[in-house]
T-cell receptor
Framework: SQTIHQWPATLVQPVGSPLSLECTVE??????LYWYRQAAGRGLQLLFY??????ISSEVPQNLSASRPQDRQFILSSKKLLLSDSGFYLC???????????FGQGTRLTVV | DQQVKQNSPSLSVQEGRISILNCDYT??????FLWYKKYPAEGPTFLIS?????DKNEDGRFTVFLNKSAKHLSLHIVPSQPGDSAVYFC????????????FGTGTSLTVIP
């Protein structure tokens, strides 16, 4: 069966520090991968998605970047965190169209 | 620009009664819709989906209705149970593009025992 791992679960980082969040999927090949963010009191905002290794699409301009170095690995990064980067970050995967997406447990990032 | 909207941030329902959660969308090209349930500090879990070729889909206590002309979908939970208390998100995608999901802002459901 397929599983998705996302870590760390919680993270407190100072402003200006770098960020690296990792997500891996097991039990499937060539998934579409997604990074979402839920800011306090808001919905799920799509940040990045990837349909294959090295292929990254960005939905909104921001202080973040994403990479997909392997088929089932998706990384969210920042060189210098801002206070506004605080939020709940979720990784998700799906196979093809007209299918549901499956989410990881999320990372609570607090920038102080 | 929010293409998927959930205008009710919260809803309270008595146990055993029907819960109706609503969702509106603006993009007429959306043709695949989903509902997710989310507990605090956890990832959303998939509940039910519907394709635009249907107007209703049922799965146990959960039924999703789609009104394409009104660009509106709803989730009915019958009967509501205290364990249903969570935040519910609707999501939509354009299947010919295949990739992006767009989520609403969520409705927090409280089922009162």
């Amino acid at each position: 069966s397929q599983t998705i791992h996302q870590w760390p679960a919680t993270l407190v980082q100072p402003v200006g520090s770098p960020l690296s969040l990792e997500c891996t999927v097991e039990g499937t090949s060539n998934p579409n991968l997604y990074w979402y963010r839920q800011a306090a009191g808001r919905g799920l905002q799509l940040l990045f998605y990837s349909v294959g290794i090295g292929q990254i699409s960005s939905e909104v301009p921001q202080n973040l970047s994403a990479s997909r170095p392997q088929d089932r690995q998706f990384i969210l990064s920042s060189k210098k965190l801002l206070l506004s980067d605080s939020g709940f970050y979720l990784c998700a995967w799906r196979l093809g169209r007209r299918t549901e997406a499956f989410f990881g447990q999320g990372t609570r990032l607090t920038v102080v | 620009d929010q293409q998927v909207k959930q205008n009710s941030p919260s809803l309270s329902v008595q146990e055993g009664r029907i819960s109706i959660l609503n969702c509106d969308y603006t993009n007429s090209m959306f043709d695949y819709f989903l509902w997710y349930k989310k507990y605090p500090a956890e990832g959303p879990t998939f509940l039910i989906s519907i394709s635009s070729i249907k107007d209703k889909n049922e799965d146990g206590r959960f039924t999703v209705f789609l009104n394409k002309s009104a660009k509106h979908l709803s989730l009915h939970i019958v009967p509501s149970q205290p364990g249903d208390s969570a935040v519910y998100f609707c999501a939509a995608s354009v299947s010919i593009y295949g990739n992006q999901f767009y989520f609403g802002t969520g409705t927090s459901l409280t089922v009162i025992p």
